[in-house]
């Protein structure tokens, strides 16, 4: 694997780890470039950038404040980048319509993310929102 591959396999990373999880806005302003596409645009959020940003710190933030993020598997290809990962977080307040529970859920998401000058400009995503759901209703 060659320098660009584990340079974008990094910036993806570190999103997840610094701005997913720790909350650090300012990686969000760094990585995610203008531009930016969101083919699998989450429930109610606009499929660009200003859209990204709302669903992770309105809604999913809101909902799961403790979330962390487990990096499974990585797999890149010049500017493309495959990442395997697992969210677990407390529901502490309200998602996709279901009230706060306060139980502690985990859902798997696999992104697909192409980088350009080091910054996401199109993104496509599986999460397992159903799974999650289920967990937030059924306990």
């Known amino acids: 694997m ?22 650090d806005d300012a990686v969000f302003e760094a990585t ?6 969101n083919h699998s645009a989450n429930p109610g959020a606009a499929p660009d950038r200003d ?11 809101s909902a799961f404040p403790d979330l962390e993020v487990t990096v499974h598997d ?12 697992s969210y677990t977080g407390t529901h502490r307040g309200a998602f996709l319509g279901v009230p706060a529970t306060g139980r502690r ?12 000058d080091g910054r996401y400009v199109e993104h496509w995503a ?14």
């Open 2 to 23: 060659g320098a660009i591959e584990e340079r974008n396999k990094a910036i993806v990373r570190r999103f997840n780890e610094e701005f997913i999880q720790g909350h």
């Open 32 to 37: 995610i470039a203008d531009g930016f596409v």
């Open 51 to 61: 859209g990204a940003y709302a669903w992770f710190t309105t809604v999913l933030r």
């Open 74 to 85: 990585q797999l890149a290809e010049g500017d493309q980048v495959v990442t395997r990962k």
């Open 105 to 116: 859920v985990q859902f798997g998401v696999i992104d697909i993310i192409i980088l350009r």
């Open 126 to 139: 599986n999460a397992d929102l159903f799974g999650l759901l289920a967990q937030l209703r059924d306990g």
